[in-house]
């Protein structure tokens, strides 16, 4: 009888303990937000900065660089070179020019009127910038060249720029020569033989070298105006100096 009391005793307390541990359990359970939250906070899990990588912030593109203004140029101009007004004028417009570019033709009024608004205050150096996709422009140059050999330069420089509009040829530069009344054997021979060829090209590396990159390329003193401008903005240049 009392070891029938005892197992009694034994097994309500093992009942008792069991029903505690489960109330526990469940307590924990409902706590923590159920099974899938009470395993996640059990294990160790990796810093969410380390296990996600970090999207840099975009970078705006950057804007191209404006281009910088061209320096100043100086020119050591002699009575070698091809000068138009006052030898000794204190305003020199140095112009790198191509006979062939219609840019050029439009140009070509403008400085006249420049010469003739500023007399002995303005002087006009031409040098040469023939363009390679224009194919008479090298040929057109030589021609002008062989010209100024006697003593005709810008006569012929206005017969080439008066006549752009109808072509230029070779046959038309020994045309013009005959028409300026040039000693038309001693033209042809220097226009054929490609005399002053070097000479052209020469001109033509010197613009290179101080920016010029088309025609036409004005120089007043020494500040580059690309393009035919208007007369307007070159008075407005030349009445600041």
């Known amino acids: 009888m009392m070891e029938k009391t005892n197992k009694l005793f034994l097994f309500g307390g093992i009942l008792i303990g069991v029903s505690v541990l489960s109330l526990l359990l469940n ?15 059990a294990i160790p899990t990796v810093p969410e900065a380390i296990t996600q990588q970090a999207t840099p912030p975009s ?6 660089d404006a281009p910088a ?38 140009h070509y009024p403008t400085m006249n009127q420049i010469i003739s608004s500023y007399k002995g205050k303005v002087r006009l150096v031409y040098k040469h910038f023939p363009l390679s996709f224009h194919p008479s422009a090298q040929k057109a140059a030589e021609a002008s060249e062989c010209a100024a050999e006697q003593g005709k330069f810008w006569e012929y420089h206005d017969k080439l720029f008066t006549n752009q509009p109808s072509g230029l040829s070779l046959d038309k ?8 009344k040039l ?8 226009l054929d033989s490609g005399k002053y060829a070097a000479k052209v090209q020469a001109d033509s590396q010197e613009g290179a070298q101080k920016g010029v990159s088309g025609t036409p390329a004005t120089f007043v003193n020494g500040q580059l105006v690309s393009g ?3 007369y307007e903005q ?8």
């Open 173 to 180: 530069f020994k045309q013009w020569a005959v028409e300026l």
């Open 183 to 190: 000693n038309a054997k001693k033209f042809n021979d220097c």
């Open 234 to 241: 070159f008075k407005q240049i030349i009445d600041s100096l």
């Open 59 to 64: 970078q705006p593109s950057p804007s191209p």
């Open 27 to 41: 307590i924990a359970f409902i706590s923590t937000g159920g099974l899938g939250t009470l395993m996640s906070t």
């Open 69 to 106: 203004p061209t320096a100043k140029q100086t020119f050591n101009i002699t009575k070698s070179d091809h000068v138009r007004g006052d030898f000794n004028a204190p305003i020199t417009l140095v112009e790198f020019s191509d006979f062939e570019c219609p840019f050029c033709e439009r």
């Open 228 to 230: 035919a401008v208007p």
